[in-house]
């Protein structure tokens, strides 16, 4: 199907896609979180209002961010893992809970929610829990949100169905712990998910207030190490490495990825 698909970085994992939907994911839309702080790219502009929907990969509170949500519009619907919805009592919000398997009508999009492997818990000590997942949201092209996963086999089965991949690269600290993917296992995720095309984000945006200095490299590099380690690995995909705050937009369909 021939069209534009719009790709926005907000930073983090927040992604404005439009694509027959306005689609936002795991919204942080704030100059602070909690120790963090911005060090990259805009804070995010009233366009991240009115969107058609919002999907939540997982609970941790650099991807569930109550704040964040806050500023969206009332009614807005927030597809999330299932159990989670308590979390958004009293937020004017609709929650949609979500399992592996579900496919849901947003405008003109369907998004379909599928597997992650990445802690289930909102905090070590809270009692909400909700299984972590990704999202396929199918408008004019097909874009696959990781949200936060580690490397697993089964994104082997977008193989050949999915035109954009969105894969986590880095982190906000100096150090990638838990279920995670650097830039050569995102790199491998690509080659899996076998998408034509890749942007890499989580990484680049968010830093622990005063240690700007340690292992900055973790900070400014993941996306450009990606890019290398999926000329290898990925070498058919084009891989975007844009900056924060900023857009690519993708023609559709996209060239063949025969040959």
Do not use: C
């Not at 949500?69 to 919805?85: I, K, S």
Request: hydrophobic share 45%.
């Amino acid at each position: 199907m021939t069209g534009l698909l719009k790709i926005h970085w907000l930073g983090h994992a927040t992604v404005l896609l439009e694509d027959r939907a306005r689609i936002l994911t795991d919204p942080v839309l704030t100059a602070r979180l909690m120790h963090l702080r911005r060090r990259a790219g805009p804070v995010p502009p009233d366009l991240t209002r009115r969107v058609d929907a919002v999907v939540v990969s997982h609970l941790h509170a650099d991807h569930l961010h109550l704040p964040s949500l806050a500023l969206l519009d009332p009614g807005t619907p927030v597809l999330l893992p299932r159990g989670a919805a308590p979390l958004l009592r009293g937020t004017g919000l609709e929650p949609v809970e979500v399992a592996v398997g579900d496919v849901i009508e947003v405008a003109d999009a369907t998004v379909t929610v599928v597997p992650a492997v990445h802690d289930d818990r909102r905090w070590p000590w809270a009692a909400i829990r909700g299984d972590a997942v990704g999202y396929v949201v199918t408008g004019k092209g097909t874009t696959y949100f990781a949200g936060d996963t580690s490397l697993f086999p089964e994104m082997g089965d977008l193989a050949g169905s999915t035109d954009v991949a969105l894969l986590p690269v880095g982190g906000w600290g100096p150090s990638l712990r838990g279920h995670h993917m650097g830039p050569e296992d995102a790199a491998r995720a690509l080659a899996l998910v076998d998408a034509p095309l890749s942007v890499p984000i989580h990484y680049g945006t968010f830093w622990p207030r005063g240690i700007s200095w340690v292992r900055n490299h973790l900070f400014h590099e993941p996306g450009r190490s990606f890019a290398t380690h999926a000329q290898r690995l990925a070498p058919r995909a084009d891989v975007r490495v844009i900056a924060p705050g900023t857009s690519t937009s993708v023609e559709l369909p996209l060239p063949s990825r025969e040959g």
